[in-house]
């Protein structure tokens, strides 16, 4: 029987998984599916008994039961959605198109709490939009390391949930995997990684939290603050990837349209 936390995380996680879906996504669709997942994780933290930063075990908790449902291309799927880009041009594509997805959850959900900043008997929601905010970032950038070890052609074993637990730790530590080094697969899936995923949600949401100021600055500091962050991430991911496989020289980009996420 399905208990009432499980359906709760399957909700949350549905809505986060049409959030990072390859298909485009409107402002206002977003804006939806934010507000939508805020309520939510109200419900769900409420039912948990969490409020505040006390938030951290459950919020880890929301997140693992998302992890293995994101939508993980393979290579050839990634190639046909971004014109047949190869090599280091796919992974710059890929790079591009998540921190403009993270800089426009970050404008959303800045210019939500900023809303909410100027209309003081509701601030208290603001923090659930942060936390859909945090929730959502987290799964483009683990989402991105995933498909960028699939363009460098580092494979992960294991099932799927392994596989999804592996990047969700990679991400906690914000660098790669090298699935040779000992126990890498076990580290995943410990309990120190379910810590570390843990602190790094929390310093996550905590930087979100600056972006709760009035008027637009919210939203123009948290498209920065996301795309900066998504930035540097792929940056140490990819260092530690080029380590393992360095990619061969990609021929000149064709000019086409716009690139699907």
Known sequence: MTSEADRSHEEVADLVGKLVAPEETDGAERRRLLGRLSRALTQSARKAGKSGTGRG???ADVFMSIAPRLPIRDYATLQEHHY??????????LVR????????VGAVGGALAAAEFAAPPLLL????QLVAETLVVAAIEVKLLAELHEVYGVQIPGNGSQRAAAYTAAWSRQRGINPLAPGSAT??????AK?????RLMRTLGRH????GPFLTGAVAGGALNRLATKRLAEAVRADLRRQRALPESPPRPLEGP???
């Open 57 to 59: 075990r459950w919020l």
């Open 84 to 93: 047949g880009l190869t090599g280091e041009q796919l992974a710059d594509d």
């Open 97 to 104: 198109t998540a921190t403009k997805a993270t800089m426009a």
């Open 125 to 128: 929601s603001a923090p659930a």
């Open 187 to 192: 580290l995943a899936l410990g309990a120190a």
């Open 195 to 199: 810590t570390a995923l843990r602190n």
């Open 209 to 212: 939290l600056t972006t709760l």
């Open 259 to 261: 690139t699907r996420p």
